[in-house]
């Protein structure tokens, strides 16, 4: 069964950094675009990076560019999130999420998602 295991959250000051590792098991990671999400209590669920199969694409939201990197060892089946500059409109649940290729949705898209983490909290100390 496929398994995405986020970690690395916490409790951060702002201007403060964290980075968050998502592994997957039971996945032929190598063949999935990867992408992270976040979600704040009573907000939807929105788009942070994403990143393609062999790390040659790698989106941002504007919220985030500049400030977060995304990255990938496909050796491990694990995809990171260097976040930097931590904000308290950061603070959140942070999600890993694994497609193939879609022609049709984009990579901003949830629903363009095939398989999902549980999650790790993070947040940010004003």
């Known amino acids: 069964q496929v398994q995405l295991v986020e970690s690395g959250g916490g409790l951060v000051q702002a201007g403060g950094s964290l980075r968050l590792s998502c592994t997957a098991f039971?996945?032929?990671?190598?063949?999935?675009?990867m992408g992270w999400f976040r979600q704040a209590p009573e907000k939807e669920r929105e788009f942070v990076a994403a990143i393609s199969r062999t790390g040659g694409s790698t989106p941002y939201s504007d919220s985030v560019k500049g400030r977060f990197t995304i990255s990938r060892d496909n050796a491990k089946n694990t995809v990171y999130l260097q976040m930097s500059g931590l904000q308290p409109e950061d603070t959140a649940v942070y999600y890993c999420a694994a497609r193939r290729t879609n022609p049709v949705l984009p990579v901003t898209s949830p629903v363009s998602y095939n398989y999902w983490g549980k999650g790790t909290q993070v947040t940010v100390s004003s």
């Open positions: 039971e996945l032929t990671f190598s063949i999935y675009t």
